[in-house]
């Protein structure tokens, strides 16, 4: 990491080596630079850290294509000041999905610690047994598809950009070709597994309201808050992880996220269910490129 | 059955009691919400209402851009038309969500669309979004 340093920032926000997937690390002096890493291992989206940061000068942050993504859409926001940032861009070729990654580990029976490589195709290994795995088999879902690999915005750029792919939707008109019943059977089977552990919420880059619409259990009570105000919330929502609910959670998460949505996939690592977040995300992202098409049509 | 209408104060609303005023005939199905303007409902309004058992929800407005907030209308055609599509992908059908315009003379618009919507969520099944230990209050 020779093009980072502390000099006009007060602390990094970077990855550490993590046993698979690298850990979020805060370097605040010389000596933890060279424990700063970037490659395939470090999945995890740095910036939703910026919402309870509390630095007094500058901050640097390590951002990946799908970062930069989120980050731009929070400076838009007035969330994050960008006078007080240094983004460090990392062009990305996608992460390892530590979920996929365990299967295959369960699978072959490799024992920790394992170390993973990149040589265009990722190999496994735990000293005694070496798995060569392919690409697209281990890549998290959101890189196959992803757009901009290359941050979009940056102050210094530590390697050589990446070609995105296009991207054709190809799960969501899978979707999409189902009939209606067949559908609801599809969604009905994959939301009544959802735990409402508010998982994919919390991890969120743009999930930063501090009180939620469809959580009844977190309420921001202030000193000020009367008696009256904490009995008559309304509550949209049960707290029960009952389908239906659950189905209104998922569809208002979609709603609030149209055209925001920065698909970092973080949602999905994040959900102990397995369950396709993503997928609603990308319906209503598919939807608003449609419009905006239809309108730059129009003239 | 059920259906809930979200009218705005304006001009939906106004051409409801004008329908009223004419005495002209619509459903008594209907159970009209009076809002300030029909950018103010918001999607949980509707998930909510399908969810306690309504079968159908309408959305009425002002005409694009006849809006007394002058854009409301446009920002709740857009929200209805994304949840719609968002509903429809879960496999609910997606004309359990109307939108309609109608200006505050329209009275005989607004009894039609009432009849519509009413014999739309007539021809329907319950709603799936009915969460199941919901009492029914019929």
Redesign the interface.
């Known amino acids: 990491m020779n093009e980072v340093s502390l000099e006009n920032v007060d602390l990094i926000l970077g990855w550490q080596k993590g046993e698979l997937v690298a850990k979020p690390f805060i370097a605040k002096n010389e000596e933890d630079i060279p424990k700063l890493i970037a490659d395939f291992t470090c999945s995890i989206n740095l910036v939703r850290f910026l919402h309870d940061l509390e630095f007094d000068g500058k901050a640097g942050i390590f951002v990946k294509g799908c970062d930069a993504r989120s980050l731009e859409m929070l400076i838009k926001e007035g969330k994050v000041d960008r006078d007080r940032l240094h983004i460090i861009g990392v062009p990305c070729r996608g992460v390892v999905d530590a979920k996929k990654a365990m299967r295959i580990i369960e699978m072959e029976g490799l024992k920790s610690p394992i170390s993973v490589t990149d040589e265009g195709d990722f190999t496994l290994t735990d000293g005694n047994k070496t798995v060569r795995v392919k690409r697209e088999e281990l890549l998290a879902s959101c890189c196959l598809t992803c757009r901009s690999p290359t941050p979009q915005i940056y102050d210094t750029l530590i390697g050589e950009p990446v070609e995105g792919s296009k991207d054709e939707f190809k799960d969501v008109e899978e979707i999409e070709s189902l009939s209606l019943q067949e559908r609801w059977e599809f969604w009905s089977d994959t939301l009544s597994r959802c735990i409402r552990c508010y998982a994919c919420r919390e991890v969120c880059p743009m999930c930063y309201c501090k009180e939620c619409l469809v959580d009844p259990t977190n309420v921001v009570v202030t000193p000020k808050t009367t008696a009256y105000e904490k009995a008559n919330r309304p509550v949209w929502i049960s707290k029960a992880s009952q389908l239906q609910e659950n189905m209104i959670y998922h569809l208002i998460r979609a709603m609030h996220l149209a055209g925001r949505c920065a698909d970092c996939g973080e949602c999905e690592r994040a959900c102990p269910m397995e369950i396709p977040v993503r997928l609603l995300m990308r319906k209503a992202e598919k939807d608003l490129r449609e419009i905006e098409a239809r309108l730059a049509a129009m003239g | 059955m059920k259906v809930v209408a979200f009218l705005c104060r304006w001009c939906a609303y106004a051409g409801a009691d004008t329908a009223g005023v004419g005495r002209m005939k619509y459903p008594a199905n209907l159970r009209p919400i009076k809002v300030m303007c029909s950018g103010r409902v918001d999607?949980?309004h509707v998930?909510?209402a399908l969810?306690k058992g309504a079968s159908c929800v309408l959305v009425a407005g002002c005409h694009p851009g006849d809006c007394h907030y002058v854009k409301g209308n446009i920002q709740m055609s857009r929200?209805m038309?994304?949840?719609k599509?968002?509903?429809?992908?879960?496999?609910?059908?997606p004309e359990r969500i109307q939108v309609e315009y109608i200006s505050a003379g329209e009275a005989k618009k607004f009894s039609e669309v009432a009849r519509r919507v009413v014999e739309n969520a007539a021809g329907m099944d319950g709603s799936?979004?009915?969460?199941?230990?919901e009492e029914d209050h019929e």
């Open positions: 999607p949980i998930l909510y969810r929200r038309f994304l949840l599509n968002l509903i429809e992908f879960l496999g609910i059908e799936r979004l009915k969460a199941e230990w």
